[in-house]
């Protein structure tokens, strides 16, 4: 399991936390996905043999945010 931390821009509200976490959540292989909203991040847990920077960045992207 590799756990990564991502910069997510455009988060504002806890509708917009919880956004990114089921986005991000209901990916296949992703154990765990939170959001830190005061600090606009976002920590994943997940296996890297089923998921990559690249998904999880397009989930964040697909749910209408920025991720980096």
């Known amino acids: ?3 990564k931390t991502f910069i997510v821009e455009g988060m504002s509200c806890n509708h ?3 956004a990114v976490e089921k986005a991000v959540g ?8 939170a959001v830190n909203l005061a ?3 976002l920590a994943v847990e997940y296996d890297e043999a089923k998921a990559s ?3 999880i960045k397009k989930a964040v992207d697909d749910a209408g945010y920025k991720a980096s």
């Open 53 to 55: 920077d690249a998904v």
């Open 26 to 33: 209901s990916l296949p292989g992703v154990k765990a996905a």
């Open 16 to 18: 917009c936390k919880n």
């Open 39 to 41: 600090a606009k991040t």
């Open 1 to 3: 399991m590799a756990n």
